[in-house]
């Protein structure tokens, strides 16, 4: 039997911090391991307890919740953060993403994709509201990227199956997601999505979205949640 994940919440609200609680109870492959309602408590527990999750509320009293991605991902690279905010605004999310976080849902729509957000993000992908996603993903793609070169004899060193799966995961399917539609085994998926990072020197499913866009492979307006 697989170990289950841990989760720590971090949210200054009591009431909202038992509600993700009682949402993540019926699935029984997820422990929570700790709750925080301020910065330095959660800083704490991230560093003593190596959660695989945190779910993190953008608002707290003692500091930015940026602020806290930004330490987390510092500090405990292994851990994924999942933002649960009231916040709705691009360029909120889009901070978000560029302080570390893995997934962002507001508040409003947890009771309903929670579990999905925290599967999605768990399996290494990034995960946003629908609602949102194609106004987030056009903002970050006008963020210029340093290090990304974006050339046509990059994607032709992939090999046919590489560049299926990887336009199936910049319209935004999950590895197992595109393991399905081609009738592979999510294991042989995963590593082809490796493959393909490494061959095109990318290191987020975000980098992979933009990359296919510029090169006209995917349509952004059917990149989903």
Not at 45 to 59: E, I, M, T
Not at 119 to 125: A, D, I, M, P, W
Request: with cysteine; charged share 25%.
């Amino acid at each position: 039997m697989a170990p289950k994940k841990t989760i720590l919440i971090v949210d200054d609200h009591p009431l909202v911090r038992e509600g993700l609680k009682s949402i993540l109870k019926p699935a029984t492959e997820y422990e929570v391991i700790g709750q925080a309602g301020r910065a330095r408590e959660a800083l704490d527990l991230v560093k003593s307890l190596q959660p695989d999750l945190v779910l993190l509320d953008l608002s707290l009293p003692d500091r930015s919740g940026l602020e806290i991605c930004r330490e987390i991902r510092n500090n405990s690279p292994p851990t994924r953060i999942l933002i649960v905010s009231m916040h709705s605004k691009v360029d909120y999310i889009v901070k978000a993403f560029q302080a570390g976080a893995t997934g962002y849902m507001t508040k409003e729509s947890a009771t309903e994709r929670l579990l999905k957000g925290i599967e999605h993000v768990l399996s290494g992908e990034y995960f946003m509201d629908g609602a949102v996603s194609q106004a987030v993903v056009r903002k970050l793609m006008q963020t210029p990227e340093k290090e990304m070169k974006i050339t046509d004899a990059a994607y032709d060193t992939l090999t046919p199956r590489e560049q299926e799966i990887m336009v199936l995961l910049a319209e935004g399917n999950s590895a197992k997601e595109a393991a399905a539609k081609l009738f592979i085994s999510p294991k042989t998926a995963e590593n082809h999505r490796t493959n393909i990072m490494n061959k095109l020197g990318l290191h987020s499913t975000l980098e992979l979205v933009r990359y296919a866009a510029r090169l006209g492979l995917v349509d952004v307006d059917l990149w989903k949640e």
